[in-house]
């Protein structure tokens, strides 16, 4: 293998604000720590985060890469000290706390996940943001289970198309919304029994509707605000509703009667600032419960767009312009 060169290509946010914040720069190779690798990026994700990042409204957490990028795919060409079971040469997805738009990047070895089988780079690439923010929301918080009737907000979102085709594979009936008419036959065509353009559409009255004035048992929202007392509404007796984004607002009026009428459980989580340890809890349920189903070809993250790094910023603009249905990658 060639030696590693000194200094690398990223793109970088030197002030908070628009997507021309975004410049291109170069920066030294970082080194990888105790119990991290070192990872040549082929590819790396797109993620609503890194947009807040940009904005200055979604700081990194300490210690993190103020490079954005939340996910990468690569090949591992350093070992820090303390790594067992991954080797050079190896090639990885990896969920990381920042340093994404860059030529290498740093990743804790445990977080580290074995391209599916057929699985190319940016594909690869795609994964780990949604599928650990999924797994941990619906699965391990929200308890989605066969049977289940799960309503999944943003569906033509990367985080909404990976939470529809999850649900449904695990056998939930699945209702989802999306931004128009043509995004919600989009979810339709990933899983979902019925897409709805909240636009048009009263997401409470189709969720009635459908499941005969029961409601649903689980909701994945990434609205909050105004939507959260519709939840609310949408809910059957003893849902989860799991609010994992806040595109509607922090703060919300929940008919506090009607939670406990309902005994509904209100959750919500942040993924970038848990600990390795809880990041690879739910790494070793991706790789137990979903790699074979991604290897198996029966669940796909849905690839809209790619760019170059140094396209970063039509990346961003794609994304602010939410055209896109699924991921946006950056290739490297
Ligand atoms: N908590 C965590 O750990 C975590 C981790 C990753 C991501 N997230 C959050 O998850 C969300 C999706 O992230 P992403 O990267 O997948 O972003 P994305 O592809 O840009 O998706 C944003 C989505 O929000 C939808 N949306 C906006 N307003 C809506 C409304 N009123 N009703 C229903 N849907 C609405 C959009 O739908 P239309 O385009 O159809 O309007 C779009 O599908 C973001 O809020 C992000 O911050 C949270």
Redesign the pocket.
Known sequence: MSPLPSMMPVAEVAHPGGADEIKQAMRPVPKPGDGEVLVRVAAAGV???DV?QRMGAYPPPPGASDILGLEIAGEIVALGPNVAGLSIGDQVTALVTGGGYAGYAIAAAPLCLPLPAGFGMIEAAALP??FF?VWTNLFERGGCTRGDTVLV??G?????TTAIQLAAAFGARVFA????PA?ARACEKLGADRGID?RGEDFVEVVRRETDGRGVDLILD??AGG?VHRNCEAAATDARIVT??L??GTHADVDMGLLMRKRLNLSG????PRSVAEKAAIADGLRRNVWPLLSAGKVRPIIFATFALAQAAAAHRL?ES?T?IGKIVLTI
């Open positions: 993620n609503r985060p807040l943001e949604n923010t907000h943003g033509t979102s990367g985080i909404g919304t999306a931004g128009s995004k909240y990434m609205v939507y994992i984004g595109q509607g989580s942040t993924l970038r994304m939410s896109h």
